[in-house]
C-alpha cells in the first residue's frame, strides 16, 4: 500500500467541524494505506508553517499529497503546499471543496492554471465544480463523492410533522445564519409552535450574532454549539426539517447525512446544491436570502403529508450512493491504480 500525507484543516479536536481530513483519512488507513497528517495547529500562521516542514519532511516517503482545496482564506494554503510538492516532485491531488472556486478561476487564473496542470490528478466530489472548471478548459477533474457511512444514519419514518427545523454547519457568514432565524420567524406567525436548533462551532462572531437576534425577537432557537455526529444525528429524531441556508456550496456532507436520515431538505439554490437536490424530487431549493420562499416550501412540507414522504424516500434513496461502500473503489483506483 501506498505511503499519503494529507493536508488540510484538521481540527476535530480543536472545537471545529469534522472535515474530509478527519473522515477521509481514517477510512484509508482502515484499507491498509500509511497516512501521515498535517495540520492540527490551531494557530494559522504556524498551522501553515508546520503543512510546509511536513512536507519536505516527506518528501522521500510520500507517495501521495492530498490537498484539501477551499475557496477562501486557506486556497492559499493548497497553492502553497502544491508549489511545494512540485519543487520537492511529489505527486500531489487537490481534493476541491470551495463552493466559490469557480470565482478563483476568475480572480487568480494564473495560479490555477499552474496549482492543476503540475497536479498528479484533480478530485472534485461533485459535478459542479468538474463543470465550472470545464468551462475554463480544465477537463481533467475526476469527479469522487462526499461519502458517509449510510450504516450510521438510521432513516425515521416521519407521519407526523410539526413545525421542527435543524441547522447544521459551522456559523460563518457564507452560511448565512441568520437566514434560518428570519425564516422561523415567517413560519411562526403560523405555525406558533415553531422552533429551530442550530448546531456548530462559532466561526467567525456568527454565532453570537444570531443568539442575540433570536432573544431580541423573543424566537424559539436552541443554540447547542459543536457536537459530535452520533449526538446530532440522535438530536435529529426529535425535527421534522432540515434547511440549508448558504450563500456558497460545494456538496455539503450535512446535507447529504440529513437526506439519509429521511429528513426532508429546504435548501438554498447554490453552488453543487441543485445537483445532490431536484426541486420537489428529493428536497426543495430556494434562491438565496429568500426567506420568503423558503418558508413558503416549509410550510408546503408541513400541510402535504404524501408528496413529503416521497420527497423522504427518494432522499434516502440518493443519499445511498454516497455510502463509503460505493464510494472507496474510486479511491483505490485514483492511488492505487
Known amino acids: 500500500m501506498k505511503n499519503i500525507l494529507y493536508i ?191 448546531v456548530g462551532p462559532d466561526k467567525d462572531g456568527s454565532m453570537k450574532k444570531c443568539i442575540s437576534i433570536a432573544a431580541q425577537k423573543n424566537l424559539a432557537v436552541e443554540f447547542t454549539g459543536l457536537l459530535d455526529k452520533e449526538d446530532w444525528i440522535t438530536l435529529s429524531k426529535g425535527y421534522d426539517i432540515f434547511i440549508n441556508t448558504s450563500n456558497f456550496d460545494n456538496l455539503p456532507v450535512s446535507v447529504i447525512e440529513a437526506m439519509a436520515l429521511g429528513l426532508p431538505v429546504v435548501s438554498t439554490d447554490v453552488g453543487g446544491i441543485p445537483y445532490l437536490i431536484e426541486q420537489g424530487d428529493n428536497g426543495f431549493l430556494t434562491q438565496p436570502f429568500q426567506t420568503v420562499e423558503m418558508a413558503n416550501h416549509i410550510e408546503y412540507l408541513l400541510e402535504h403529508s404524501e408528496h413529503r414522504a416521497i420527497i423522504s424516500q427518494n432522499a434516502r434513496a440518493t443519499a445511498e450512493n454516497f455510502d463509503w461502500d460505493k464510494v472507496k473503489g474510486l479511491w483505490l483506483q485514483l492511488l492505487e491504480g
Request: hydrophobic share 40%; proline share 5%; aromatic share 12%.
Open 8 to 198: 488540510g484543516n484538521k481540527l476535530a479536536g480543536k472545537g471545529r467541524t469534522a472535515t474530509t481530513i478527519d473522515i477521509l483519512g481514517p477510512l484509508l488507513q482502515k484499507e491498509g494505506f500509511k497516512l501521515r497528517y498535517a495540520s492540527s495547529v490551531k494557530n494559522t500562521n504556524a498551522r501553515l508553517l508546520h503543512m510546509m516542514r511536513l512536507t519536505f519532511l516527506c518528501r522521500n516517503w510520500a507517495h501521495f499529497v492530498l490537498i484539501d482545496t477551499y475557496s477562501t482564506r486557506n486556497f492559499w494554503y493548497a497553492i502553497t503546499i502544491a508549489r511545494l510538492c512540485k519543487s520537492l516532485k511529489i505527486n500531489y491531488v487537490p481534493i476541491l471543496h470551495g463552493g466559490n472556486l469557480p470565482d478563483r478561476l476568475n480572480k487568480n487564473p494564473k495560479v490555477i492554471l499552474a496549482f492543476i496542470n503540475n497536479a498528479y490528478t484533480v478530485v472534485s466530489p461533485s459535478d459542479y465544480l468538474i463543470n465550472a472548471f470545464a468551462k475554463a478548459d480544465f477537463k481533467q477533474l475526476v469527479k469522487i463523492p462526499n461519502h458517509i457511512d449510510l450504516k450510521k444514519y438510521p432513516f425515521k419514518w416521519r407521519s407526523e410533522m410539526q413545525p421542527r427545523l435543524l441547522w447544521v454547519r459551522s456559523f460563518a457568514d457564507i452560511y448565512n445564519p441568520e437566514m434560518a432565524l428570519e425564516v422561523l420567524e415567517l413560519i411562526s406567525e403560523k405555525y406558533p409552535n415553531a422552533k429551530l436548533c442550530m
